[in-house]
């Protein structure tokens, strides 16, 4: 018998026994980020915490190569494709009027991936598309920008000094709210919020992250899981 097959087959089999949240902990999963800034690199250290191999990028390589070199061990630096390329989970952590390049330049590498779309509208600082944005849904249009791949939001509804401080706190943990429209990168995403030391709170379909995207009641909201449950207007569990 091939031994790293039966290997594998093993790990599959285990993992389908065990909670979901259980059996994306479970396994190892390479995550690139499409950004090395604040919001790239405070997620990708805690993914590096939880045993996953991070590649940061950023338009300025130098800028991605600091801050892998900052966070140590399995974090590497490269550019925005090679990052695409690396990850079985992408990382989107940039202003959000840079998305449409992005989705141009992109979008071929990063069809059927899981794509976590962490970038806020802010018509401000983004103009024409942050209005766009805010008036279907900043998933909805995240998606059109990315077609063929499996858009989640996650991790746009709160400061990354919140989650700094907050990440692994005792519980109650703070709530993360998420919403896609894939079963599969669902799953996948609310295990990743929860080895980041969070509480995930599954919304609903993509349409429905316009419930904590800035300017909603969910956004910024500092709330255990029941209490943001409750504020969504969403069922218990």
């Known amino acids: 018998m091939n031994r790293p097959m039966h290997r594998r087959t093993l790990l599959a089999g285990l993992c389908a026994l065990l909670p979901a949240r259980l059996a994306v902990a479970a396994q190892s999963l390479r995550i690139g980020t499409i950004g090395a800034g ?16 991070v590649m940061l990028s950023a338009s300025d390589i130098g800028s991605a190569r600091s801050a892998a070199e900052a966070l140590g061990t399995n974090a590497q630096a490269g550019t925005p494709q090679d990052a695409a390329r690396f990850g079985d989970v992408v990382l989107l952590a940039v202003p959000y009027g840079a998305l449409p390049g992005l989705g141009a330049s992109l979008h071929g590498l990063l069809a059927g991936k899981i794509v976590i779309d962490a970038c806020n509208p802010y018509p401000w600082r983004d103009g024409d598309i942050a209005r766009t944005a805010r008036q279907q849904g900043a998933g909805i249009l995240t998606q059109s920008l990315f077609p063929g791949a499996h858009i989640v939001r996650a991790f746009n509804s709160e400061d990354m000094s919140t989650i700094q401080a907050e990440a692994h706190r005792r519980p109650p943990l703070l709530a993360i709210p998420y919403a896609g429209d894939d079963p599969a990168a669902m799953r996948t995403v609310g295990g990743l919020i929860a080895e980041a030391g969070f509480d995930p709170v599954a919304v609903g379909p993509l349409a429905t992250a316009r419930l904590f995207q800035p300017g909603s009641s969910g956004f910024e909201a500092d709330l255990t899981a029941p209490e943001l449950r409750a504020r969504l207007g969403l069922p218990r569990t």
Request: aromatic content about 6%; proline content about 6%; charged content about 5%.
């Open 38 to 53: 604040h919001v790239g690199s405070t997620l990708a250290g805690l993914w590096l915490r939880a045993g996953h191999p």
